[in-house]
């Protein structure tokens, strides 16, 4: 029963919608899991270290903080990753997207080319990052990086919600992704902080970022309710969202008889 009903809700997708669930399916099987690990890791780390400075004989192994820090690694390429494939998508096919810009006639050649090579750029600078030890050369890549995204999610096509910012899945992550690229470029001056100040912010501000990550759950499920399938756009985008209702397209109907959503 459940094969039917996938495959009946399949015939409705173009190859542009099954684009649109690349990005949430990656969340879903991988950033999510991730963020699981990373974080009992963390409590791990946090506990032994507590217990060795009271004089006590932990029984939590000394590598779970090495691990806590392999996944983290993970854990900020995953994040940017998804990040990087949900601009490319909503910049391609996004509404004022480059698609939409080649039926209208005015796709701009130069932008698209521009476009390409600030996420070429962008994958660069963080691949960088990762090799980087020096403190000068991580701030550097770091800030390339994170200027990057900032400047890929500012293009047409992109769903910002920015009226209700404070409630957008891409502005969560956008910060949630330049806190994972903040965590991954202090790493080194972690170790080397021998008044823990780094760590201190290192815990501040991945505890802000668990709270975002639950708010991208929430609302990445609302968007894929709000955003509708390319086939549905040219009726769900003649609605009045002020007023809740829609045209109504029923040829039983009155012509201009308003319908609720």
């Known amino acids: ?39 009992n890791y963390a409590w791990q780390t946090r506990q032994r270290r507590l217990q060795i400075a009271a004089g006590d004989k932990s029984k939590i192994p000394p590598v779970v903080g090495r691990e806590h820090v392999q996944m983290g690694r993970w854990l900020t390429g995953a994040v940017v990753g998804v990040t990087l494939i949900a601009l490319a998508y909503s910049v391609v096919f996004g509404s004022g ?13 130069t932008q698209l080319i521009l476009i390409i090579l600030m996420f070429i750029a962008t994958i660069a600078s963080l691949i960088l990052l990762y090799r980087a030890r020096q403190s000068l050369w991580r701030g550097i890549f770091a800030t390339l990086s994170g200027m ?11 769903y910002r919600l920015g009226n209700e910012w404070y409630w957008s899945h891409y502005y969560y992550g956008i910060a949630v992704s330049l806190l994972m690229i903040f965590s991954l470029a ?49 009726a769900v985008y003649k609605c009045n969202f002020n007023k809740r209702s829609c045209q109504a397209i029923n040829p039983l109907l009155p012509d201009n008889n308003q319908v609720d959503c």
């Open 1 to 39: 029963m459940i094969n039917l009903i996938s495959l009946f809700a399949f015939t409705y997708l173009k190859s542009e919608d099954l684009a649109a669930l690349i990005h949430p399916a990656i969340a879903v099987a991988f950033v999510f899991p991730l963020i699981g690990i990373v974080v």
């Open 97 to 109: 997207g480059f698609l939409e810009q080649q039926t209208k006639g005015n796709l701009n050649t």
């Open 148 to 158: 990057g995204l900032i400047i890929l999610g500012s293009q047409d096509g992109v």
């Open 186 to 234: 202090i790493i080194e001056d972690i170790y080397k902080d021998r008044a823990n100040r780094w760590r201190y912010v290192h815990i501040i501000l991945n505890c802000l970022a668990l709270l975002l990550f639950l708010g991208q759950g929430i609302t990445g499920a609302r968007d894929l309710l709000e955003i509708p399938l390319s086939w549905q756009k040219p």
